[in-house]
C-alpha cells in the first residue's frame, strides 16, 4: 500500500490550524504581496539592455609596406552616434590577401545618452601578416544611397628581407 504526500496541502494546514483563520489569512495575504511585488521587479530592465552595432569608419592611416613577421599598426577613426556607443573590437572577415574590416561597438540603452557625432575616435588595429605579398584592407565606411556598402582601401605589401 503506497500514499502520497502533498506537502503544500499539509504545511498550509499545519499553519491554519497552529495560526487561527484570521492570523493565518493576514500572513498569507501578505505572503502573496512579497511574492508578487518581489516577481514585479526585473533586474533585466529594457533600460540596461545592450547591442551591438557596427559603426562606419571615418579615415585610416596605414604602412605601405612592412618587413615579414613585423606588426603592423593601423590607425583607424571612427565616430559614435552618442556615448552610449562603447568600441568592442573589430570585425575582420579574411579571404587569401584580403581584409574586410569593421568597426565593432556596443550600445547600452540607455535614456541619458548625450550626442557624440561631433567627436573622432582612433583606435589602433595590428595586422601580423604570415606570409609575403600584398594584402588589401577594405574597411567599411557605411552604405550609400543604394543601399550598398562602400570601403575605404588601403594595400599593405609585405616583403621578406632575407
Known amino acids: 500500500m503506497s500514499f502520497e504526500v502533498n ?4 504545511i498550509y494546514s499545519v499553519l491554519r490550524l497552529a495560526l487561527g483563520k484570521r492570523k493565518f489569512m493576514r500572513l498569507f495575504l501578505v505572503f502573496l504581496c512579497v511574492v508578487f511585488g518581489v ?5 533585466s530592465d529594457e533600460d540596461t539592455k545592450s547591442y551591438e552595432y557596427t559603426l562606419p569608419v571615418q579615415y585610416v592611416v596605414s604602412p605601405q ?6 606588426t603592423a599598426t593601423f590607425a583607424v577613426s571612427y565616430r559614435r552616434p552618442s556615448d552610449c556607443y562603447i568600441f568592442n573590437g573589430f570585425n575582420v572577415e579574411v579571404a587569401n590577401f584580403n581584409r574586410l ?14 550626442d557624440d557625432q561631433g567627436t573622432v575616435y ?9 606570409t609575403t605579398g600584398t594584402y588589401e584592407f577594405k574597411f567599411w ?8 556598402p562602400e570601403y575605404i582601401t588601403k594595400t599593405v605589401t609585405v616583403e621578406n628581407t632575407n
Open 101 to 114: 574590416v569593421s568597426v565593432k561597438a556596443i550600445y547600452f540603452n540607455n535614456s541619458e545618452c548625450l
Open 65 to 70: 609596406s612592412i618587413t615579414l613577421g613585423d
Open 141 to 148: 565606411s557605411g552604405d550609400n544611397e543604394q543601399n550598398e
Open 39 to 43: 516577481s514585479s521587479c526585473s533586474l
Open 7 to 10: 506537502f503544500g496541502a499539509t
Open 122 to 130: 582612433e583606435v589602433p588595429m595590428d595586422f601580423v601578416p604570415s
